[in-house]
């Protein structure tokens, strides 16, 4: 199959591109389009087999259910029920936005969208095309990212095309990268306490401000445990993996974290292979090894975010084998990045200590 791709610089004047995608969505095929969080993959989130057509071009496995997306904030009410009232709170704080909501579903979601839970998972997206196709189609649309299976989240329509080329029929292209650059935070609100299952661009903060205490998933930041099914089956998933091996230096003194992958760096180096540093602005002028990319400054979460998954994809294109990457505080925005690179790192997370001095007794210095 070729995939078309259909730039979209002005939403106006290239309504004819987003016309075709909602006639491929309306006849039951895929399309790739851009949001505000990533690029997803879009079919007729009512049609069970258009929805399995997404299974199919993504190679994802059947049972990790897709989050369905709409483009008035009151359409979830024809999708859920049982809907807690703290639920008109959030939509009207948070949509259109990257905040996913889980609630009951309604039968008239099919069970390949939901992977048959009787759970439903919605988001309103902040981004003009997102919101003019489903428009245009009429339909809510069933999207995860546009990615094959356990590969990097898209940011761009190349990034799409490099996974997805002659497996889709089609790609819109928002020209510019997507802004927040993470995929949204899934809130459960289907039970009585508020659960984060996947941290993203709204914090833990932002939701606490409107619902009073939120509970976040143990498996945020740890591997699952296997003895117990996951609240969110996502998680159960290798994910975010580029093709070269990511590890993960923590530390609470940044000299310490970058000597240590220096030292790492230099033994990687002398046994052959490239080397590839997850930097930020504050540290990248410390490394002489490898190739080094910064995220950005540690004072901006949002920007390290926002150039995560191109960043461990530049890598991969430049042909890095291990990547070793920093550490970056895990709090509020920051909590979504370390769930992502823990991910890429199959939790490969090495833990330096902070140097200590030992004053022994012997010492008789004055
Ligand atoms: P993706 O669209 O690829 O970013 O993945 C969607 C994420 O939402 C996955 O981690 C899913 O497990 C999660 N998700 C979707 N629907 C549900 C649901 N009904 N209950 C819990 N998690 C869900
Ligand atoms: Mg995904």
């Known amino acids: 199959m070729e995939t078309k791709v259909y730039k979209i610089e002005n939403i106006n004047r290239d309504q004819k591109a987003i016309r075709a ?11 790739a389009f851009p949001t505000e969080t990533v690029y997803g993959l879009g079919a007729n989130a009512l049609d069970g087999q258009a929805v399995n057509r997404i299974f199919k071009a993504k190679g994802r496995p059947n049972d990790n259910p897709l989050i369905v997306h709409i483009a008035d904030p009151s359409h979830f009410e024809a999708l859920a029920h049982d809907v807690s009232a703290r639920v008109p709170l959030l939509v009207r704080e948070f949509w259109p936005g990257p905040l996913t ?15 048959g ?16 196709l489903i428009q245009e189609s009429g339909t809510p649309i069933a999207a995860p990212s546009a990615n094959r299976s356990g590969r990097p989240s898209p940011t761009t329509a190349q990034h799409v095309l490099d996974d997805l080329s002659g497996r889709i029929p089609m790609i819109l292209d928002g020209i510019t990268p997507c802004r927040v650059g993470l995929e949204s935070t899934v ?14 661009g ?5 939701l606490e401000k409107v619902l009073g205490h939120v509970k976040i998933d143990g498996a945020v930041l740890e591997p699952l445990d296997m003895r117990q099914a996951p609240r969110s089956p996502g998680m159960k998933y290798n994910h975010y993996s580029p093709r070269a091996h990511v590890i993960i230096y923590r530390g609470q003194a940044l000299g310490a974290m970058v000597g240590e992958i220096k030292k790492i760096a230099a033994k990687y180096q002398y046994d052959g292979q490239k080397v590839g540093i997850l930097a930020t602005d504050e540290t990248m002028d410390r490394y002489r090894e490898g190739l080094v990319i910064s995220l950005g400054s540690r004072r901006e979460p949002a920007v390290l975010a926002a150039n995560l998954f191109a ?16 550490w970056v505080d895990e709090r509020e925005e920051g909590l979504a990045i370390m769930n992502r690179m823990v991910r890429a790192a199959g939790f490969h997370v090495v833990d330096i200590e902070k140097p200590v001095e030992h004053k022994t007794k012997g010492d008789k210095r004055k």
């Open 202 to 206: 709204i914090t833990p903060g932002m």
């Open 21 to 31: 995608g909602a006639a491929l969505i309306r006849q039951g095929q895929t399309v």
């Open 311 to 326: 960043s461990l994809r530049e890598f991969e294109n430049r042909g890095v084998d291990v990547i070793l990457a920093e």
């Open 101 to 115: 909501i889980i609630l009951k579903k309604s039968p008239r979601v099919p069970p390949e969208t939901t992977a």
């Open 187 to 200: 809130l459960d609100m289907s039970g009585d306490i508020p659960t984060i299952l996947r941290p993203g």
């Open 117 to 132: 839970l009787d759970t439903v998972a919605l988001r309103m997206p902040n981004h003009p095309i997102a919101l003019s």
